[in-house]
């Protein structure tokens, strides 16, 4: 396609994998939006839709990390 | 003549879209008309909105994709309406549905078109500040995604030669010779909402718009805010794209000035500006921002704290003046305006940037059509309506709401709307149901208990996911997965072929669970799972993966990377597939019956309505009269008199054998919820019970009593609505008194009660001019902070100054002082426009005395558990959106317990709310969706731990049997998952979203 990363990009060394657990209504929408608006983001981060991020559980967060996330965000 | 069963609503903007949802939702076949390829109307265009500060396209997205998807709403755009004829109950319409050039049918709004196009043209959608391609479709989340040709500018249209959009359709959607075509349609009442397009801001010459690059309009100025605009939000100059470090903004640019034939005001002008001076200090604190202002309109709910916050918070700089020109500096591109601060002489000041607050006017091809079906306007192309009945229009059947009715914000093109819809079912409420379809679907397949069959779909969406995403590659990697039997790549994995494929596959591999992986599910998992269903699985048996919104799309310039991304969240999904479970939405019954609190003007209007729809109705009425502040409401600025239409409309309630009135009745307990509520009532102090579907709340309001000003101590000074009376029963008395001064603002946007009174300005503006009548040679004075006359009242504003009353301004911090001196009072205050002291005797002080909640307002706020603002009124559960519901499902309000308002719009709201109950009273049963919160009585350890996170009061520990458990109310559970983090021993569990099917996807993150 032609199009150019428009973020510095750190080494793979340093690409440490994030997890996301973002509410639909609001920041699921915005992932969406800046997927329409072709923002270029890392591919390092995965998104878990919940319904509202009242349903995150601490619990939920260890088990993130425990899986193999280097860092977990909760947007809501 | 049959009736019929339809409703033609022409014109999607918000209003239309509010009335469509409600009527479909209320047993009615809908059809939207709108002459856009899409609809959404001007709010799409917005970046934020005011008082919330909330996000535009995100609020009105839910709204958008329920209509899309719902089953009784077709959506006709890009289509004219060329003649209505017929009568109520019988309407024809003739349409030209114009051609796309585009099948709907084949284009599944994959933008392949559009990226190939070579013709580039000015994007309307952004007012021209960046550009479209001539097959495009006006805005992203455009509904309906159906790409449209733009035959003036296409190179083959114009040229002849080209065709690449016909090439690179992988389905044939493309058809240059498409004809227009004719059609008629069949409603049995029409609603007309073809709302407004702003004032053309270069007849403004003075200003410069058009001439000067880096003057912009308000609507300009919207998109370039918007994160999802030419600039991606950040704020620049047009002529340099640099960021500006002073901003200004002039008010009524093509508001208030008749000599434009623009005599009304806006309405929406002074706050826009001030959110967006707002939001402009959010996205860059160091810009200077300043508006120009005549009067600061800020009459609506919240909006006075949203001012007061505006110059407190965030330092938005206000000055009272016109500005007279504009005038560029060409070196630098910065903008010299001139103006005259009160009290002193004229100043030029230097700004980057102008932002020209420009004017609401109707919409001009909905004039046209109003004026060809014979629906009266006014000489500004407003649809005159009923002074007490806004939505009716002169042609009894056609109604009309939003913007095309006179300007209007946000909230009162809704509320209006859900007015409109229920006018317009009241008329048809013996057709109910006749024409909505309902599907036949196959019995549901039982898989429990069976291993997981998982299919796996993964889609090319044209270009769009597979130029980037290896999507061959990714099904291979699909089928290695466990449990998954059948995985494939699919060219557009929602088109209606791809649906049927889907469902064969189904059949032919046993498939239990389907994993689809394109684009988001916000937009495609309803389609996704009605075509489970059609296969008969249930459809939560169904998992999106989103690889082009959050993968392709994000990740373009690195395929590999986005590959493997896709894997991975493929892998997730399917994990997760694994252990979902059918769930079946739960139905229940509901109680056709409203319960209406309150029996002022809009209680009766509510009881009245839920009559005329054929629905038993409550009225309950704490004191021993109807009628309320009406019964004192003896003559509008229009001349209507709500104290003798309120007095019909007791008696049509009393008669109606629909309705039962309880005076001297009281709410002493509700439980419940929405579709089966019981009340225990206080009837004249004896219990009993009642049930019922819905409860509107119309508890209404009352005059604030003054403490300042000699109220109550001198009697020449008495309230706006004491002097109404006076005015209308004593004429002769009243007419003697030649000097008559009124101060308007009192008890209102004072520190304890930030909010501004909406109607006071008029009932001065009104009962002076009445005097004026009676006496023309009587002095009037009006002592205000700003004249509030908002939207098409601002004639009568003008009227009474060129009748000589005569308005005086003052400042908070310098209030007239008042002393009573021998038989007349004399009042003494500083002119704060001239700044100079001003001293006048009267012989009659009226005070504008604010609008306060009922007294009784917080008792049964704490009965009914309702939420109130911090000025006492009841707050609906979203200021902008759903302005007439309370968060609680079920509960509605209208009238003055929402907020201070005028008689006609107490009357739209109580329609309105009738039309939002309607949603639950017309359904037999009603569905609410089975993601829901279970509890497990085994786990349950009754602690109550649930019972305190819950902000809905959905679940509660009850005694079930000999023991005691939590219970969730079915109707009241959102899904949000906040007990589910509180139980300590996980009895309660979301379904859908439970523990082991989310830490599934964690544990598949690095598999």
């Known amino acids: 396609m032609g199009v150019k990363k428009r973020y510095k990009f750190m080494s793979d060394a340093q690409k440490p994998k994030i997890l996301a657990f973002v509410c639909n209504w609001c920041a699921y929408a915005g992932a969406d939006l800046a997927g329409v608006s072709r923002m270029q983001y890392p591919p390092n981060v995965r998104l878990i839709r919940l319904m509202c991020t009242g349903r995150v559980n601490p619990g939920f967060l260890l088990k993130a990390f425990t899986a193999g996330a280097d860092g977990v965000l909760v947007s809501g | ?176 010779d498409q004809p227009d075509v004719m059609e008629t349609i069949q409603a049995g009442a029409v609603i007309l909402s073809g709302g407004f397009e702003p004032f053309n801001a270069s007849l403004k010459g003075e200003y410069g718009h058009g001439r000067f690059p880096n003057v912009v309009t308000s609507l300009e100025y919207e998109r370039i805010l918007s994160a999802a605009g030419p600039y991606q939000g950040h704020i620049q100059r047009l002529s340099d794209g640099k960021k500006p470090h002073r901003i200004a903004w002039i008010q009524c640019v093509g508001s208030r000035e008749a000599h434009f034939g623009r005599p009304h005001c806006s309405s929406v002008c002074c706050m826009y500006a001030t959110k967006q001076a707002i939001i402009t200090k959010e996205h860059e604190a160091d810009i200077d921002t300043t508006v120009f202002y005549i009067d600061m309109r800020a009459h609506g709910k919240g909006f006075e704290r949203f001012y007061e916050r505006a110059k407190s918070q965030y330092g938005v700089r206000y000055i009272r003046s016109l500005v007279s020109r504009v005038v560029p500096n060409p070196e630098d591109n910065t903008l010299r305006l001139s103006y005259a601060p009160e009290g002193e002489r004229v100043r030029h000041e230097e700004f980057d940037m102008v932002v020209l607050s420009i004017g609401l006017c109707p919409n001009k091809t909905a004039v046209d059509l109003a004026k060809k079906i014979g629906v009266e306007v006014n000489e500004n192309g407003f649809c005159i309506t009923d002074p007490l009945d806004a939505v009716a229009t002169s042609r009894p059947g056609i109604y009309v709401c939003g913007a095309l009715q006179g300007p209007k914000d946000i909230p009162d093109s809704v509320q209006q709307g859900s007015g ?20 036949k679907l196959p019995a549901e397949k039982n898989v429990a208990g069976q291993a997981p069959r998982i299919g796996v779909f993964i889609c090319h969406c044209g270009i769009n996911i597979a130029s980037t995403v290896d999507v061959k590659q990714v099904a291979e990697y699909a089928a290695t997965l466990p449990n998954v039997t059948y995985a494939t790549n699919t060219m557009f994995a929602c088109s209606t072929d791809q649906q049927q494929e889907i469902k064969r596959l189904i059949h032919e591999h046993n498939l239990n669970r389907v994993v689809v992986a394109s684009c988001t599910p916000r937009t495609h998992e309803p389609l996704f799972r009605d075509t489970l269903r059609e296969a008969g699985l249930n459809p939560y048996l169904f998992e999106l993966s989103n690889i082009r919104e959050q993968d392709s799309w994000v990740h373009q310039g690195e395929p590999e990377a986005a590959t493997q ?211 023309p040679s009587a002095q009037i004075s009006i002592l205000y902070r700003d004249i509030r006359t908002y939207g098409l009242k601002e004639t009568y504003y003008t009227q009474a100054r060129q009748q000589g009353v005569r308005f005086f301004r003052f400042e908070y911090e310098q209030k007239p002082k008042v002393s009573a001196k021998g038989d007349c009072l004399e009042i003494s205050m500083l002119d704060a426009g001239l700044q100079l002291e001003v001293n006048m005797d009267a012989d009659l002080l009226v005070l504008s005395a604010a609008i306060r909640p009922k007294a009784g307002t917080k008792d049964l706020s704490e009965i009914m558990r309702l939420p109130r603002d911090e000025d006492g009124f009841f707050m609906e559960v979203h200021p902008k959106l759903r302005p007439l519901d309370f968060a609680t499902a079920g509960l509605f309000l209208c009238g003055l317990a929402q907020g201070p308002k005028f008689a006609n719009e107490a009357i739209a709201q109580a329609r309105g709310a009738v039309s939002r109950a309607l949603t639950v009273l017309s359904q037999k049963e009603i569905v609410s969706e089975g993601v829901i919160t279970q509890v497990d009585p085994r786990l349950c350890r009754a602690c109550g731990e649930c019972e305190r996170a819950c902000p809905f009061s959905a679940i509660k520990v009850q005694t079930v049997g000999d023991r005691k458990q939590a219970v969730v109310t079915e109707g009241l559970c959102t899904g949000c998952g906040a007990c589910n983090v509180a139980c300590p021993t996980g009895a309660a569990s979301l379904a859908h979203f439970r523990d082991n099917q989310v830490h599934e996807m964690l544990q598949a993150l690095c598999a």
């Open chain 2, 1 to 176: 003549m049959e009736k019929s069963g339809a409703v033609a609503i022409v014109g999607a903007g918000i209003a239309g879209i509010q009335a469509a949802l409600d009527i479909a939702n209320s047993g009615f076949r809908v059809y939207v008309i709108e002459e856009k390829p899409s609809v959404g109307g001007v709010m799409a265009q917005l970046d934020k909105t005011f008082p919330t500060n909330d996000c535009s396209s995100c609020m009105m997205g839910p709204k958008l994709v329920e209509m899309a998807n719902h089953p009784n709403i077709e959506i006709l755009a890009y289509t004219d309406v060329v003649d209505i004829t017929g009568s109520p109950g019988r309407f024809e319409l003739t349409l030209k549905k114009k051609a796309r050039a585009i099948d709907p049918e084949k284009c599944v709004g994959c933008g392949i078109c559009a990226a190939k196009c070579p013709t580039k043209v000015s994007d309307e959608f952004n007012i021209g500040l960046n550009q479209r391609k001539a097959v495009y479709i006006p805005y992203p989340q455009a509904v309906p995604l159906i790409y449209t040709i733009d035959k003036e500018h296409c190179r083959y249209f114009t040229k002849g030669k080209c065709r690449i959009c016909e090439k690179v359709c992988k389905n044939n959607a493309v058809v240059f």
């Open chain 2, 420 to 439: 409109a819809a229920e006018k317009a079912t009241a008329l048809l409420s013996e057709v109910r149901g006749t024409m909505i379809t309902e599907r």
């Open chain 2, 565 to 775: 991304k896709a894997k991975e969240l493929v892998r997730m999904s399917v994990s997760r597939a694994r252990l979902l479970e059918p769930i079946y939405d739960i139905s229940y019954s509901v109680k056709q019956s409203g319960l209406v609190i309150g029996g002022g003007l809009a209680g009766l209007t509510a009881a009245m309505a839920i009559a005329e729809q054929g629905y038993e109705a409550t009225l309950i009425e704490r004191t021993d009269t109807l009628g309320g502040n009406a019964l004192n409401l003896y003559y509008t600025e229009e001349g209507a008199s709500p104290a003798l239409f309120v007095q019909e409309l007791i008696h049509k309630v009393e008669s109606n054998p629909l309705i039962k009135v309880f005076r001297q009745t009281e709410i002493s307990s509700i439980s419940g919820s929405c579709g089966n509520f019981t009340v225990a009532l206080s009837v004249n102090g004896k219990e009993q019970q009642e049930n019922h579907g819905v409860i509107v709340v119309a508890t209404g309001g009352e005059e604030y009593k003054p403490e300042e000003y000699l109220y109550g101590k001198n009697p020449r000074v008495m309230t706006q609505k004491e002097f109404e009376s006076m005015l209308v029963n004593d004429p002769e008395k009243t007419k003697k008194y030649n000097r008559v001064a009124m101060i308007q603002c009192v008890g209102s946007r004072e520190p304890d009660h930030q909010y501004c009174s909406r109607v006071c300005c008029t009932s001065a503006v009104k009962n002076s001019l009445k005097l004026k009548e009676l006496n």
